[in-house]
């Protein structure tokens, strides 16, 4: 039977728990990879053990800024791949460095990550770094102001890079659909090409422009009172804080259970003697802390509320306590079983693969079927790193308490003030600071755009005042309106006429706006007349009349239906003028003077056809005539059509 769950999940076990392309990215997690230009050459020997020495080199250089910071749930870790491994996501071929950082509720550990890979970059030239996350190329998103229009999420892969101290986008014309290895040769060959726009990295770089700084000050230092034995533990290891938050915080019914006997950290009951410490936490721990209430264990030497500020400190210290039970606890259980987030995972696919045939989950059969699971999962390599991986701060725990310590050892030290908290009642001051920044980003992106629209439309006013204007041709109009709706268009809008400039963008909810203003307004008789004489304009249906149209045409009697509606149609507008509106086939144009009543009083009987170019030339001229060379829907339209009417010079005569 274990051949069995071989067969159908050895290929999950290999690639899909950490694959980007088999599964979802996890949440709140950053990745990078850092590629060398050396494994862009094949003949290179000994690319594993260059990877190792480049490791050790990488660490040391970016020591100084990451020593003392406290991360959210893990640290900033760098690891070797020689081929491509289950444990990269990146899923290259080539040799590589790899690692991930995941941030939570804590977005510094992030953006301090990519103030790390940038640091890197600058002091190893020869490196080409990749960094994303959930959302994809996050920089590109911050910089999206300032970016080449061509760019987007569906040709952003494999064009985004971190090198020498700058943002590097594979230009699309050099390489149209780029593969990682043919972006790498770019970068090292024509990295000058590569380079984004200076407002480009402006963008990018002034969200690290803080850093270092401003990791430190994410740092929060605070006085609490806890067990000695937690108090030694942290003091040994204080990057330790990040699992007891993360134990407190994500705790659940199984895991308060051992906060509930406090075994571990907790060996004498309330006869335990608490001790006054230092610990350090990130500003978003000590949220998690401080916001939320829970009720000490009964068996916990909670102090008197006489005293507010010791009680306080008690209380976040109880906290912490927990925290670190919950986790030791859970750990150790997890450890020796194997299981966790990857055992879950690959539960799950055995239940999608039909591995249990439907059986209910406490009969003998699933058991069985359980038992045999469980017992290939431990036999593979994936549990024993897994296994490695929870039980390594269990084991560091009891070293560290295995070691001689006392409440003496805490006496009689100095133990500095909690740091001001007010930070963390004020952050609606800091958040519109953001947002009003960000505002004024998009306003200047909009002034910036519509200026080179002035400039455009000043550009095309002078050119149609002068020579350009004389050889103006109203078939324009037509010619250019028939291309544009035959134009394909999609979700996304319609495409322009190719005279239309490249600066100009198509807003297409707008279009229809102004089709609607200028054929409903303008030349709402165009339409009657089309529906009097049967044409096929559908410009007074909506989308559902023209569903049940179809559908009706489909259905047998929908001719005749069509005929009764027309006729019927027809008869209600007979007694109108709308017919007069239209210029047919082989008629010439009244002019103005001459009105129209004297013209088309015989035409009611006529069937002549009606010239659709002419009838639109016809209504968009004297649209635009009644602007009176203000803006307006006519020359609006026609400018996003690349078609400049010129000036009425006989206006008022």
């Known amino acids: 039977m274990a051949a069995a769950v071989a067969g159908e999940s050895s290929s999950f076990c290999s690639s899909s728990i950490f694959s980007q392309k088999s599964n979802r990215l996890p949440d709140d997690t950053v990745f990078y990879a ?39 749930h893990e640290p900033f870790t760098l690891s070797p791949s020689s081929t491509a491994k289950s444990s990269c996501v990146c899923s290259s071929d080539l040799p590589h460095l790899h690692g991930k950082v995941r941030y939570g509720d804590n977005l510094e550990d992030e953006w301090f990550t990519v103030f790390l890979l940038f640091q890197i970059s600058l002091q190893f030239p020869s490196l080409s770094i990749r960094v994303w996350d959930t959302d994809g190329e996050f920089l590109l998103i911050e910089a999206a102001f300032h970016l080449p229009r061509w ?26 659909s780029p593969s990682l290895a043919d972006s790498l040769k770019f970068l090292v060959d024509c990295g000058v090409e590569s380079r984004a726009s200076e407002s480009v990295q402006k963008a990018v770089k002034k ?29 040994q290891e204080p990057c330790m804080i ?28 309330k006869d335990e003697e608490l001790v006054c410490v230092s610990v350090k936490m990130s500003r978003a721990m000590y949220a998690q802390l401080v916001q939320q209430t829970f009720q000490a264990p009964k068996c916990y030497p909670m102090p008197s ?128 600071s953001a947002l009003l920044e960000r505002q ?26 002068g020579s350009n204007a004389r050889d103006f041709d109203p078939g324009d109009i037509a010619k250019t309106m028939q291309a544009f709706v035959h134009k394909m268009s999609s979700y996304k809008g319609a495409e322009a006429p190719e005279s239309m400039n490249k600066e100009v963008n198509l807003d297409v909810d707008q279009f229809l706006k102004d089709m609607e203003s200028i054929m409903k307004h303008q030349g709402v008789k165009d339409d009657d007349s089309d529906v009097e004489e049967g044409s096929s304009s559908e410009l007074d249906f909506d989308d559902s009349d023209e569903s049940n149209m179809a559908e009706a045409d489909n259905e047998d009697g929908g001719d005749i239906f069509m005929q009764s509606y027309s006729g019927a149609m027809s008869e209600e507008l007979k007694a109108t003028t ?76």
């Open 34 to 72: 850092i590629f060398p230009d050396f494994v862009l050459n094949s003949s290179t020997p000994n690319d594993l053990s260059s990877l190792q020495s480049l490791h050790l080199q990488i660490i040391q250089s970016i020591s100084p800024f990451s020593t003392d910071y406290i991360w959210q």
């Open 151 to 176: 760019v987007n999420p569906e040709n952003s892969l494999n064009r985004v890079f971190i090198r020498q101290g700058d943002l590097h986008i594979i230009p699309r014309n050099r390489l149209p």
């Open 207 to 235: 969200k690290i422009s803080d850093y270092p700084d401003r990791a430190r000050r994410n740092i929060h230092r605070v006085r609490v009172r806890v067990p000695v034995s937690v108090a030694q533990v942290l003091k």
């Open 242 to 269: 990040s699992l007891a938050v993360e134990g407190f915080y994500d705790r659940d019914i199984d895991t308060m259970k051992f906060a509930a006997t406090m075994e571990k950290f907790l060996g004498r009951g």
């Open 305 to 432: 509320r006489s005293d507010l500020s010791v009680y306080m400190e008690a209380e976040l210290g109880m906290k912490i306590a927990c925290g670190l039970e919950m986790m030791y606890q859970q750990r150790k259980r997890d450890g020796v079983e194997g299981k966790g987030s990857t055992w879950e995972a690959f539960k799950q696919t055995l239940e999608r693969s039909g591995y249990f045939q439907g059986l209910l989950s406490g009969s003998k059969e699933y058991q069985k079927l359980m038992q045999n699971a469980e017992e290939y999962y431990r036999n593979g390599s994936l549990y024993s790193r897994v296994s490695d991986l929870l039980i390594a701060p269990v084991r560091r725990i009891d070293e560290i308490l295995a070691l001689p310590h006392s409440v003496d050892d805490f006496k009689d030290q100095e133990v500095p003030p909690s740091d001001d908290d007010s930070w963390l009642y004020s952050g609606e001051e800091e958040l519109n």
């Open 440 to 465: 004024k980003e998009m306003e200047l992106y909009d002034l910036k755009h519509r200026k080179k629209g002035k400039g455009k439309e000043q550009q095309d006013a002078d050119l149609s005042s």
């Open 578 to 653: 709308l017919g007069r509106s239209f210029v047919r086939a082989n008629e010439q144009i009244p002019k103005k003077d001459e009105g129209t009543s004297n013209t088309v009083e015989n035409m009611e009987e006529d069937f002549s056809p009606v010239d659709v170019d002419l009838n639109l030339v016809k209504n968009f001229l004297d649209s635009f005539s009644s602007q009176q060379g203000l803006p307006g829907p006519a020359s609006n339209l026609l400018g996003l059509m690349g078609v400049q009417l010129p000036q009425d010079d006989n206006k008022g005569k």
